[in-house]
């Protein structure tokens, strides 16, 4: 399966499939003056529902929470949060390299293949950080040759990939924030040498990160 395709079946796992870790629904923040009446009113779902699908979370301002869907029904994804028509903004993402301000390649075609992220040089052991708020919908190691690789899902959308990681630091479900440090510089997977492979995507399709990160 290459990574495009897995992104796009993360894509949908996140919003149909249920599971332990991945259940039907949506991740949505908190806005000022939200209940668990108010959500569960807003996206026709009992709150008893919402509640056991948040245990332990506080509902508050800020504060992500899980909405769980009735099976099937598209027109119930979120609107609010995560906006289908939503635009990425220059400096949107944050650089995921603190360490390391140097690209090693570019997004577009290398040695006559698509390279659908950048790569960021670093000591092995490097921190990597996560570019935006969101939650994780993939940290393992079983995607081709990318290594200890983190996907992670953000409002609109968009996702972004984290590859060759020396180590994860995240698992499947966590909610992570901008800044948050979530894996190690590595060399894992098919590697020229220690790096980060990075990529922004947006309903599973790659563009170029370096017209969204902010400044290194």
Known sequence: MTLRNTILHLFFLVLFVSCATVKSGHYVMVKENDTIDTLAKEFNVPKEKIQSSNVGKPIKTGEWVFIPLKRGILDEIETRAFDPNGLLKSGEFLWPVPSSNKLS????????????????????????????????????????????????????????????????????????????????????????????????????????????????
């Open 105 to 216: 390649s570019n997004f577009g075609q290398r040695w006559g293949r698509a390279h659908e992220g950048v790569d960021i040089p670093g000591r092995i052991g490097a921190h990597i950080v996560s570019a935006a708020d969101g939650v994780v919908v993939y940290s393992g190691d079983e995607i081709g040759g990318y290594g200890n690789i983190t996907v992670i899902a953000h409002r609109n959308g968009f996702f972004s990939v984290y590859a060759h990681a020396k180590s994860n630091f995240t698992t499947q479900g966590q909610r992570v924030y901008r800044g948050q440090v979530i894996a190690q510089i590595g060399m894992t997977g098919r590697t020229y040498g220690p790096h980060l492979h990075f990529e922004i995507r947006k309903n599973g399709q790659a563009i170029d990160p370096t017209d969204y990160l902010a400044a290194k």
